[in-house]
């Protein structure tokens, strides 16, 4: 009996801790949209009237309105680059042996590790001797590099859990390696892709760092535009960006929850 009560109140513990820390990580969010919603010329908290002025002054902006379709142009190109590149490594690493899996899956972290101003540098260097800064190729790449770890470990995540003999049976009947695992394998981890391809739309429409060396110009993206904003006023259109840029990404996480739910279900 005591052991059960120990273990109640271990648990009560652990659920208040991970009710603490989810409340600080959202509490920036319940601060920044109802500041989006007020009618004063700058920041305040709480607001002390009600208005859509700074909603409006975003949408008819053609500045802001520019950077956004850049920065969504740049996102859904890195997503649909990283996520076929990012699947097929993961499928080739999980097909190698250990070692050379476990030594690949070093590299493949690495831009997750090393600090992204090293990364943001490095790639400025090399796109001022290709004459890529600045430009939407040069923006895609950059995010698709920093996009394809995540996708990566998510499909071999899915991966792991995948029983391999279907696709070996399929193959055994006469389908090729490709057909295989086309019409066996992918729709087997569809979710994991699924979940790489999020992560990808997301980390190339929040990364800020490299697109602050990277891209200027008509080509300038929305996270640039806002921390330039940010440093020569506080401008509360700022908070009407960030809320629509926390609909967008919650909408695509429960999009892609949708998703796994209903095929969990078809099964």
């Not at 109140?9 to 801790?17: A, K, P």
């Not at 500041?35 to 009237?49: D, Q, R, Y």
């Not at 389908?175 to 980390?203: C, H």
Request: net charge neutral; charged share 10%; with cysteine.
């Amino acid at each position: 009996m005591e052991q059960v009560g120990q273990r109640k109140i271990d648990g009560l513990w652990l659920t208040v801790v991970g009710i603490a820390v989810l409340f600080f990580l959202i509490l920036p969010t319940l601060i920044v949209i109802p500041m989006s919603f007020s009618g004063a010329s700058f920041l305040e908290f709480p607001p002390t009237s009600f208005s859509f002025r700074w909603y409006e002054a975003y949408f008819t902006s053609p500045e802001w309105m520019s950077a956004t379709k850049t920065s969504l142009i740049a996102a859904a190109l890195t997503t649909a680059i990283a996520t076929p590149l990012g699947s097929l490594c993961a499928y080739g690493l999980h097909c190698c042996t250990p070692r050379i899996r476990n030594s690949a899956q070093i590299l493949v972290i690495m831009p997750i590790v090393v600090p992204v101003i090293l990364i943001a540098v490095g790639v400025f260097s090399l796109y001022a001797k290709l004459g890529l800064n600045y430009t939407l190729a040069g923006i895609v790449i950059a995010h698709t590099a920093l996009a394809l770890p995540f996708v990566i470990v998510t499909v071999m995540s899915g991966l792991q859990n995948y029983d391999f003999d279907q696709e070996l049976a399929a193959r055994s009947l006469g389908a090729s390696r490709a057909y295989a695992l086309w019409t066996v394998t992918v729709p087997q981890v569809k979710f994991s892709i699924q979940t790489g391809a999020f992560l990808a739309f997301i980390t190339s429409l929040d990364e800020v760092v490299i697109s602050m060396l990277v891209s200027g110009g008509e080509n300038a993206t929305i996270t640039r535009r806002m921390f330039n904003s940010l440093r020569d006023q506080l401008d509360p259109t700022i908070a009407a960006i960030s809320t629509c840029l926390i609909i967008v990404s919650v909408s695509a996480l429960i999009g892609v929850q949708l998703i796994g739910r209903s095929k969990n279900v078809d099964k």
